[in-house]
């Protein structure tokens, strides 16, 4: 049996299958699974629609039951309907993704009952290591049973209670799945497929068959190539926005009726003011959650709403543990991850995208004009750069600045990274350096005021970098 350690993420496990694991890892894993969470009467299975997907599940489910714990079997699913069924049923689930990479990996996402994450530092170093030394387990003992539940209806009557489209004005939406999950989940939630009323919402759909091989273009939003065909039918459509997510769909990206892709954060913005809305009138003190590398306009208008504001390092596995510690409304994450108190804590890609639905369709503004209002600052968009030790390269740029705020000129933190600070003073900027959690990547974003003022702050980073390679 391989080593598991060097697919270990922050927040889960990625690697080609079968380069990097395979079956025999998964039922070693299933074992330390079972073992992990003994005491509970079940774990959810769970796998999005890569080729690997049912073998490996296949595979995990046996070490889950040959060390005698019974699974509840949900198919192929999104891994935001895994946080529904472990929420909903008080459970512990496993679900088989590699999100948004290539088309060989997969991965393998754990959550504690309650769809509580499980992260390296929060269980799921123990749960490889155990994995590594056990191996998997021998089918000697009792074995666990298997039962299957297709809980897509039921999560999707859920997200309908969550956001009321009934009343608002027809939209027109082009959705484009990529051939991951997301089509499943759009056609049941905001289709006619689970059976639920029809909406006002006309959907135009790209790649909806959930196809492991990507024919298309991979389900990755984040690269602006993987945009192209949803903003081209955006505007032959004349629709009202578009919608993109990726693999197994807990991520939504939006482009407005123009075809321009919106940020990220303006998008947590929109959502975030609902939200507060919802609390204020309830009586309720909201808490609004958001990652170091999301807009400054976030928090600014979100405290300017009613709000208190909390700022958390990148990763659900660090940002849900923040937000149930302060019942926090919602959370969000610029790298388009969502999240809700209403659904226990968790990111997810179609209730995000009703809540846009929502602030579109409730009013008479156009999506491109709730973005100038909630995005009034500029951004780089997140470059990356493949360097040798992402720490050291973090070092320099620390050092490159240390001068600076010696004298209190810029203020230097941590909490992710590196945050170069310039905000509160002229002109305002802020620059974020940071290891990719998933990739061997140096991350770098910049938010200014200005326009040059990005250019300026971008290159001159970029330079640091390129100069320590």
């Not at 697919?7 to 025999?24: F, H, M």
């Not at 959930?210 to 039918?233: I, K, M, R, S, W």
């Not at 940002?319 to 969000?332: C, E, R, S």
């Not at 995000?352 to 209002?373: I, K, T, Y």
């Amino acid at each position: 049996m391989r080593s598991l350690a060097a697919i270990t993420k922050s927040n889960d496990l990625r690697g080609a299958v079968p380069q990097d694991w395979g079956p025999e890892e998964a039922q070693a894993l299933g074992g330390a699974i079972a073992h992990a969470f003994m005491e509970a009467p079940a774990v959810l299975v769970g796998h999005d629609m890569r080729i690997s997907g049912p073998e490996m599940a296949a595979a995990l489910i046996e070490g889950l039951t040959n060390a005698g714990k019974d699974v509840i079997d949900i198919g192929q699913v999104s891994t935001d309907t895994m946080y529904y069924a472990s929420g909903s049923r008080g459970l512990p689930g496993a679900m088989l993704t590699a999100s948004h990479n290539p088309a060989g990996d997969n991965g393998l996402k754990l959550m504690r009952a309650g769809a509580k994450p499980v992260g390296r530092d929060a269980g799921l170093g123990e749960i490889v290591s155990h994995a590594e030394q056990a191996g998997p387990p021998p089918a000697t003992g009792a074995k666990g049973g298997v039962s299957r539940l297709d809980i897509l209806p039921e999560f999707a009557r859920y997200l309908r209670e969550q956001v009321d489209l009934t009343t608002i004005r027809p939209l027109k939406v082009v959705i484009d799945a990529g051939n991951g999950m997301g089509g499943v989940v759009a056609d049941a939630v905001l289709g006619q497929a689970a059976g639920l009323p029809a909406l006002p919402v006309t959907i135009v759909p790209l790649y909806f068959e959930p196809d492991g091989t990507f024919p298309h273009h991979p389900a990755n939003p984040l690269d602006p190539a993987n945009l192209v065909d949803l903003q081209e039918a955006v505007r032959d459509q004349q629709a009202d926005l578009g919608l993109a997510f990726d693999g197994d769909a807990d991520r939504c990206f939006v482009v407005d009726e123009t075809g321009q892709v919106v940020n990220p954060s303006v998008i947590g913005t929109a959502i975030a003011l609902r939200q507060i809305g919802q609390e204020l009138a309830a009586g309720r003190h909201p808490v609004v959650v958001h990652n170091a590398i999301t807009s400054k306009a976030l928090p600014e208008l979100a405290e300017a709403a009613g709000a208190a504001t909390l700022r958390t390092p990148v990763g659900h596995a660090l940002i849900k543990p923040v937000m149930a510690q302060h019942d926090a409304v919602f959370g969000a994450e610029h790298s388009g991850h969502y999240y809700f108190r209403g659904f226990f804590y968790a990111d997810t890609g179609i209730l995000s995208a009703m809540h846009v639905l929502a602030a579109v369709g409730e009013g008479r503004h156009s999506l491109s004009a709730l973005g100038e209002v909630y995005g009034p600052y500029y951004a780089s968009g997140e470059i990356n750069f493949r360097v040798k030790d992402p720490a050291v390269s973090i070092q320099q740029v620390a050092t490159a600045f240390a001068d600076d705020a010696a004298r209190g000129t810029v203020r230097l933190d941590t909490l992710d990274g590196l945050t170069v600070d310039h905000w509160d003073a002229v002109p305002r900027w802020w620059a974020n350096v940071r290891a990719s959690n998933t990739e061997p990547l140096l991350r770098l974003n910049v938010e200014a005021a200005d326009e040059d003022v990005v250019v300026k702050v971008r290159d001159g980073i970029a330079q640091i970098v390129d100069e320590g390679l």
